[in-house]
């Protein structure tokens, strides 16, 4: 099992910036370690589908965005602390939305919903103009 907790979440101006955090915790995480996961942010808005915003690979080694926010927001992790992050830079009144944590243990990763296991409770992240 693993438990993910986001923050970070708040209300901003357009063209500011949030950094999410999310931190890893649960047996999986104890027994094989968080490198061994692959992790996602997703976002979801109210009554629509929860969808892709950015994946990184177990070392952290790549990364992968949606196109809506490449060039603006970087996911990073670091092992040592069983924590990945989302920077967001640039931010637009249309990226408000909730943001979700995830976690695939097969550590395969990539940009499809059903891949992943483990979601977090979300932190919410309103932009306005």
């Known amino acids: 099992q693993v438990q993910l907790v986001e923050s970070g979440g708040g209300l901003v101006q357009a063209g500011g910036s949030l950094r999410l955090s999310c931190v890893a915790s649960?047996?999986?995480?104890?027994?094989?370690?968080?490198?061994?996961?692959?992790m996602a942010w997703f976002s979801q808005v109210s009554g629509k589908e929860r969808e892709f915003a950015a994946a990184?690979?177990?070392?952290?080694?790549?990364?992968y965005y949606t196109d809506s926010v490449k060039d603006r927001f970087t996911i990073s992790r670091d092992n040592t602390r069983n924590a990945v992050y989302l920077q967001m830079n640039n931010l637009k009144p249309e990226d408000t939305a909730v943001y979700y944590c995830?976690?695939?243990?097969?550590?395969?990763?990539?940009?499809?919903?059903?891949?992943?296991?483990?979601w977090g409770e979300g932190a919410q992240v309103t932009v306005s103009s």
């Open positions: 995830a976690a695939d243990i097969s550590g395969l990763g990539g940009r499809s919903r059903g891949t992943y296991d483990y």
């Open positions: 649960g047996r999986s995480v104890r027994v094989s370690g968080f490198s061994t996961l692959a």
């Open positions: 990184i690979t177990r070392s952290g080694s790549n990364a």
